[in-house]
């Protein structure tokens, strides 16, 4: 099994070291069905208005937070309690260090799973093939044609999300979708189409924006009401079979 991403997926500007920022030491909810710990790796490609903890998204210093083996000590202590693994951000896929770093906790006997804004479609077909991944879930941020205002980069070309998407749909690893609504950037229109792109998908998450009081974009957002979010649920079903509002 290859001990780092191939040379050809690594670009010049690619960090060295590992950018630990924070550790869940539980949760039952973010991998479905298992009881896991969360590991937060800091730094974001993309710079979504409503996100809500931007001390991710800016890359921290090396050093700073946990150190690795730290983390490393904290899981042979919980081993047999916790099924898994959850790797979110920020972005993980910017840490070049990530396929060693999964490789040491799948050799514990844990499973991983892998959360991704989806943006680095070659990376992710790696750890897919390689079987370094047991479950991804990946951010859909709107319909194609808003998601450059709706992750803060007008300009950004979909191809690489769209080829995500396909990753996952035409693989067999196990893998969710997931939108955070947001009454100032999703309409009817941006949830059918996304149906639509979707379609036949084997999960897709709905969850409404939380105000965290501390967001990246600095225009007032808005969270949608439980009825609008069922509402929207409805406008899905004749694509998707297993649509979920996540609380
Ligand atoms: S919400 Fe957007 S900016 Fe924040 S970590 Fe996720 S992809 Fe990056």
Redesign the pocket.
Known sequence: MPSHFPQSLIHSSWRHHMHFMGLQKMTLLDYPGKVACTVFLSG?????P????PD??FASEPGTGIPEQEFFAFLSQRKGFLDGVCIT???PMLERELVPFIQKIKAMGLLVKLDT?GSFPERLQHLVENHLVDYVAM?I?NSKEHYGAT??IPAYDTTKVEQSVTILMEGSVSYEFRT?LVREYHTNEDIKAMGAWLSGCRAYFLQSFVDSGNL?GKEPMHAFTEEDMVRFKNLLQSNIEAIFIRE
């Open positions: 974001c490609n993309f710079r979504c409503f996100c809500h903890n991710l998204v951000g920020g972005e804004n951010d941020k992750i803060g955070t990246l």
